[in-house]
């Protein structure tokens, strides 16, 4: 026990859906974006916070442990990491901004395929240890248009993107997520423009699109936050596959 302490606000068991086989995934509290669409507002403070259901009592997110703490838990589940071929997913928030954190707790946990889910909107240093260090890297691009992503998540997209192109280039295997806003990124020119961004990427797994769906506004309220996507939550995005069929970058929609 003992080591680096960090704030967690879910840890989900038999997760699917981030990274291969059965895994567990922990859910880091903060983040330095402020995506509009959001669908886990109660990792956007740092600190754990009281959220109000619309039914039922308020209940506290987020408690701190720390490193030897979590690892011992993540390591009970290491039968069905290892007759699933999965592993350990850190997600949030953003973990990446616990990173000292984060970083003890995947070197205890020697043997177990290891993935991070990630903006990519964190420090150069911080990313390519996370780099290093990880299994897999799932990281997001919002959009490939400075000013809507600034508009829609609060900050400029220069350091996701050149964190993308290090992926491009490096030897991590690595999936590229696209969260499908409709009227904000779902053009086919935004596809095309991050179709050629990832053309060639040797380590490229494949590109997972993952539509808007509208639970986030319940989930703000919840948080005490106002909810003002500033787009239309009524239409259906569209999910341009094209520009990636043609060079051949395998695409899956969750
Ligand atoms: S990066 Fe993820 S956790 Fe952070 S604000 Fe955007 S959608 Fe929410």
């Known amino acids: 026990m003992g080591g680096e302490k960090g704030i967690i606000f879910d840890i989900k068991e038999f997760a699917v859906y981030d990274g291969p086989g059965i895994r567990t995934t922990v859910f880091m509290k903060g983040c330095p974006l402020r995506c509009r669409w959001c669908h886990n507002p109660e990792g956007l403070s740092k600190e754990p916070q009281m959220l109000t259901p619309k039914e039922g009592p308020p209940r506290l997110s987020g408690r701190e442990w720390d490193a030897g703490e979590l690892a011992g838990r993540l390591l009970k589940d290491r039968d069905f990491y290892d007759m699933s071929g999965g592993g350990v997913t850190f997600s949030g928030g953003e973990p990446l901004w616990q990173w000292p954190f984060v970083r003890e707790v995947v070197s205890r946990l020697e043997g177990v395929h290891t993935a991070v889910e990630t903006s990519g909107h964190v420090p150069d240093d911080v990313f390519e240890e996370a780099m290093n260090a990880f ?25 996701a993107l050149s964190h993308a192109r290090a992926l491009c280039d490096g030897d991590t295997p690595f999936i590229i997520r696209l969260p499908l806003i409709p009227g904000v990124n779902d053009s086919l020119e935004n596809m095309e423009a991050v179709a050629d961004l990832l053309e ?29 996507p500033g787009f239309d939550t009524f239409r259906d995005p569209r999910a341009r596959i094209e520009p990636f069929e043609l060079l ?6 969750l």
Do not use: C
Request: proline content about 3%; charged content about 25%.
């Open 135 to 159: 299994n897999l890297v799932i990281m997001d691009i919002k959009t490939m248009d400075e000013k809507t992503h600034r508009a829609f998540t609060g900050s400029g997209n220069a350091l």
């Open 248 to 253: 051949g970058i395998p695409v899956k929609t």
């Open 200 to 228: 060639g990427a040797k380590k490229l797994l494949r590109v997972e699109m993952l539509p808007y769906h509208q639970t986030a506004g319940a989930k703000h309220k919840m948080a005490g936050l106002v909810y003002d």
